[in-house]
């Protein structure tokens, strides 16, 4: 073979190369996150007893390191809702704690699927309102289905005019009527509380595409490691979620609560969101 012809072809090579390294990267960019146009949040049930006597348990101390780096929308359970009473010495300490953070601050409140009585839940509202220093409600156990949303606008316009709590988000965890988007039930609702084999299989409903991210949280538990999470959150944003929460705690726990808890690979988790947003 001459001289020419072995450059030529080293040449042709080395082109062929370079269009594939061209063509690899061009795949990973389309399948990557990071093309999302809105910051992913933290929707965290700290479902946790503010032990802040105790270091080692006391886990609301790092989801206040963890707001230095990520938006966090925090829920806080005192018993079920409020408890019929302004905070014990413990969760005034635990939200003094979080107030020194930028963290969004809901109240839990139980609707037995829009069958509790309005008049309890406001009273659980008015608690929160007047005592806790929150941000919003966390609507609980929540209705999907058409049936309810007068129940549900009747609370949200309460709470929206009858006090300064500004953000509501309701769970019903699974697909909802557009319905309670369109007209003014909620300002997010949880579309999807499940495990993570379950997540998997999850498709969002094709009217979610026509709304802003933020109306979407997805709450996902029983997530074994931190490669797993980190592509169950990747999901999350294919799929036109804002909020997301992975853990790799379950409902086979002794207390069969998924959310008393932070997971093993918190920090990892944080750092992750907080690298798909600096993409942004």
């Not at 809901?106 to 007047?130: F, H, P, S």
């Not at 005592?131 to 156990?141: S, T």
């Not at 949200?156 to 769970?171: G, M, Q």
Request: aromatic share 14%; no cysteine; proline share 6%.
């Amino acid at each position: 073979m001459s001289l020419f012809k072995l450059r030529l072809f080293g040449k042709r090579n080395l082109n062929i190369f370079l269009s594939a390294i061209l063509l690899v990267l061009i795949l990973f960019y389309w399948r990557s996150p990071a093309t999302v146009t809105t910051p992913v949040k933290i929707l965290l049930p700290l479902y946790a007893y503010p032990t802040w006597y105790e270091s080692k348990t006391y886990i609301w101390k790092d989801v206040v390191a963890a707001a230095d780096k990520v938006p966090i929308t925090a829920i806080i359970n005192p018993n079920n809702g409020p408890d019929g009473q302004p905070p014990n010495e413990d969760y005034a300490r635990g939200l003094k704690d979080l107030g020194q953070a930028d963290i969004t601050l809901l109240g839990y409140v139980y609707t037995k699927y829009g069958d509790r009585a309005i008049a309890e839940v406001k009273q659980d509202i008015n608690l929160y309102y007047q005592h806790y220093n929150l941000d919003g409600i966390f609507l609980d156990e929540a209705a999907s289905s058409s049936d309810k949303l007068d129940y549900y606008q009747d609370i949200y316009n309460y709470i929206k005019t009858e006090t300064n709590l500004n953000r509501v988000i309701i769970n019903p965890g699974t697909h909802t009527d557009e319905r309670y988007f369109s007209q003014g039930a909620t300002d997010t609702a949880v579309i999807f509380e499940q495990n993570s084999q379950a997540w998997t299989e999850y498709q969002p409903q094709p009217y979610a595409k026509n709304y802003p991210t933020e109306h979407f949280a997805s709450l996902i538990h029983s997530v074994p490691d931190a490669a797993t999470m980190k592509s169950h959150i990747n999901r999350a944003v294919e799929r036109h979620f804002g909020y997301i929460y992975v853990t790799d705690d379950s409902l086979t726990t002794a207390n069969g609560d998924p959310w008393d808890s932070l997971p093993l690979y918190w920090k990892e988790e944080v750092e992750y969101v907080r690298s798909l947003n600096l993409v942004n």
